[in-house]
């Protein structure tokens, strides 16, 4: 069992930059995969961004490459570091966690946050 916990989210302006947090607790192991996704009203969810539980390597969909950075630190807390923000980006985005491997690509994952909202202004 595995439960996350998100914050950091809000209003910003077009070219701001946000960070977005998430505390793991429960089971976790660094067989885990953690992944950021995000939903606009009326829209499916899409998975954004994922990042290895031991700090390997990360996934960056087009439509956040290069703005966008996944990380974590040593206290069971994964980051999203959002630059460059546009309206579009404008979404209830939620942390993700998936048992299926330790780098996991793809939108089946286990466990959820209860989601963060971020609004980008013009």
């Known amino acids: 069992q595995v439960q996350l916990v998100e914050s950091g989210g809000g209003l910003v302006q077009a070219g701001g930059s946000l960070r977005l947090s998430c505390a793991a607790s429960g089971r976790t192991f660094s067989s885990y995969s953690m992944g950021w996704f995000r939903q606009a009203p009326g829209k499916e969810r899409d998975f954004i961004t994922a990042i290895s539980w031991s700090g390997g390597p990360t996934y960056y969909a087009d439509s956040v490459k290069g703005r966008f950075t996944i990380s974590r630190d040593n206290a069971n807390t994964v980051y999203l570091q959002m630059n460059s923000l546009k309206p579009e980006d404008t979404a209830v985005y939620y942390c993700?966690?998936?048992?299926?491997?330790?780098?996991?690509?793809?939108?089946?994952?286990?466990?959820w946050g209860q989601g963060t909202q971020v609004t980008v202004s013009s």
């Open positions: 993700a966690a998936s048992t299926r491997g330790s780098f996991y690509i793809g939108n089946n994952y286990n466990y």
